[in-house]
């Protein structure tokens, strides 16, 4: 029997860049809490307990695929994020608090927002790069930013 949000997710990772691919994780991690989080809502712990050891699978996973070497501060950065994020979701499993899995799905959307902003810069440079522009690079509260500095520092990213 084919399950089409299966095949749906399958070929997103397929055609994913590599900062793409971060973000179809953050999905999946918040995918997982909210599913946890309705499953405690309606009692079913075995459900929530799988769904936020999913969710802390990914984490981890995240985390053991950070370069600390090319990321420097924000690979440290992260990898303190995901230190928290671990633990809160070990504290939800505990003790079934909505508030701490509302925190995690906030918190990994922030993120999440903040990868895909990545993603779509670098697919713009890399299509700039193609065609031999350059990739016009949003402003960020109100400042603009070099390009060459805004490339060097996603590029150290993963």
């Keep these: 029997m084919s399950d089409p949000a299966r095949a749906y997710r399958e070929s997103a990772v397929r055609g994913a860049s590599p900062v793409g691919l971060i973000v179809i994780l953050y999905e999946e991690i918040i995918h997982s809490v909210r599913k946890a989080c309705r499953s405690a809502q309606s009692g079913n712990i075995e459900e929530r307990t799988r769904s936020l050891n999913h969710a802390l699978a990914v984490v981890g996973h995240l985390q053991g695929i950070l370069n600390f070497e090319k990321g420097g501060r924000v690979a440290r950065d992260l990898s303190l994020f995901y230190d928290l994020v671990r633990s809160k979701i070990m504290e939800a499993n505990v003790r079934t608090n909505g508030v701490t899995m509302d925190w995690i799905v906030t918190e990994c959307s922030n993120i999440k927002l903040a990868w895909e902003l990545v993603d779509r ?38």
């Design 121 to 158: 810069q670098v697919s713009g440079d890399e299509a700039a790069a193609d065609s031999g522009e350059e990739a016009p690079v949003p402003a960020m509260s109100g400042r603009r930013k070099n390009p060459q500095a805004s490339r060097a520092a996603r590029a150290n990213l993963v």
